[in-house]
């Protein structure tokens, strides 16, 4: 009997976890998700204002987006250099700039589609194609790198017009701004940034 109620805990363990990995969200779905919540913002922007469409944005930003990991890439070799504490506040700053940008920029409707096309696997990672078609039906190409790091897929990378790497471009910022004066500027500059696109 004992050895029936252990394999009856492994099993329902197993049921448990499977799960858990079918509720988990694939590529696709976490940019989905994140489409639905900028559309309704774009849809409701007056209502909503600046501050409103931040608040909607700014936990699925941290969820959708690994901003732990871009900060990291972000700021390159000085990273292992940083103590916890300045690495929280970068990537506390860094989410902060990402979702006030999705909150100026989406900041109205106009009949807009926000459109997933596929996925295209990539070395350890995953390409999901999106287009958002303009009002008068021109296509705006933006691709995102998702990565599975063991507890979502989450985003990585974005490409825009299909090939740009916003990262690559937010690393040569933020290097140029380390080089000069420092973390503590990196993380003012990105705070102040995200302040004023709010007002």
């Known amino acids: 009997m004992k050895l029936f109620r252990h394999y009856g805990f492994v099993f329902g363990l197993v049921l448990l976890m499977a799960g858990r990995a079918e509720a988990a969200p694939g590529p696709s779905e976490v940019i989905r998700t994140f489409y639905d919540v900028l559309l309704d913002n774009m849809k409701n922007a007056q209502a909503l204002g600046i501050k409103g469409r931040y608040a909607k944005l700014e936990p699925v930003v941290f969820t959708s987006f690994d901003v732990p990991f871009m900060s990291r890439l972000s700021v390159g070799t000085s990273w292992s250099g940083l103590t916890p504490d300045k690495k929280q506040e970068l990537v506390k700053a860094f989410g902060r700039y990402i979702a006030t940008t999705y909150a100026t920029q989406f900041d109205g409707y106009s ?89």
């Open 111 to 199: 009949g807009e589609q926000l459109k997933v096309d596929g996925e295209q696997p990539v070395k350890h990672a995953t390409l999901v194609k999106s287009e958002i078609v303009k009002s008068n039906g021109e296509p705006i190409q933006i691709n995102y790198l998702l990565h599975d790091n063991d507890q979502r897929w989450q985003i990585r990378d974005i490409y825009l017009a299909g090939t740009i790497s916003q990262l690559a471009t937010r690393r040569s910022e933020f290097a140029s701004i380390m080089k000069g004066q420092g973390i503590d500027k990196l993380i003012a500059v990105l705070n102040e940034k995200a302040d004023a696109l709010q007002h």
